[in-house]
């Protein structure tokens, strides 16, 4: 399979799909139909993310586009002291929130429906972005996806704590390369990358540290 063999593959898949519960790194979760799915069946996205976190324990934690909240629900099993799961499209916030409740977690993980960081005041430990890729496959929500990288990119500092903190940021070769990895990978802040192949596609998470504020 190639990457457009994959996207092809992946349209077909998600049209068809049901809401299930899925488990993924240990954690059960309900995935309903109408929002992305981490299936490792059918992505990788969300998996090389959820084996790229660092040791959680005692950590705030802030989950960029949660989707179901598996990340975010998983970060709080696994020792975070507080985390914050958001997204801007309604249906993930309310799916995140069944999860979280059914988890019964609602003292650590907070879902909010937001766009990115609109409205946070707190910093945290860790920021986890797993945002859309390919943009001709998603309502378009935000604008351009690159914009959302972008913005990201830019103002992450101000939400992470000094000078420890860090990022972790999936991206996958069938994205706008030339625009979005371009930028990533351009970042003077990054420090590390880690790769994997599946379904003929390179799946990618890259780590941004911390900078001194002016």
């Known amino acids: 399979m190639n990457e457009i063999q994959y996207i092809n593959w992946w349209i077909g ?63 709080a099993l696994n020792g975070a002291s507080r985390v914050t799961a958001v997204d801007i499209d309604p249906n993930a916030v309310a799916n995140a929130s069944e999860n979280v409740q059914r988890l019964g977690l609602e003292n650590v993980v907070e879902v909010v429906q937001t766009n990115l960081f609109d409205g946070l005041t707190k910093k945290y430990d860790l920021i986890i972005a797993n945002l859309p890729i390919l943009g001709a496959v998603w309502n378009d929500l935000t604008g351009p996806v690159s914009k959302v990288y972008e913005r990201v990119l830019s103002e992450y500092n101000r939400y992470l704590e000094q000078p420890n903190g860090r990022v972790l940021m999936g991206f996958a070769s069938f994205g706008d390369l030339d625009t979005i990895l371009g930028m990533i990978s351009s970042a003077p802040h990054l420090v590390a990358k880690f790769s994997e192949q599946k379904f003929g596609v390179e799946w990618d998470v890259f780590e941004f540290g911390a900078w001194a504020e002016d």
Request: net charge negative.
């Open 13 to 75: 898949e998600n049209r068809t799909r049901e809401s299930k519960d899925l488990n993924i790194g240990g954690v059960t979760v309900r995935v309903n139909k109408d929002v992305f799915t981490p299936d490792p069946a059918m992505t990788n996205s969300s998996l090389i993310l959820l084996k790229s976190l660092p040791d959680l324990e005692g950590k705030s934690v802030l989950d960029l586009g949660t989707g179901c909240g598996i990340l975010a629900v998983y970060a």
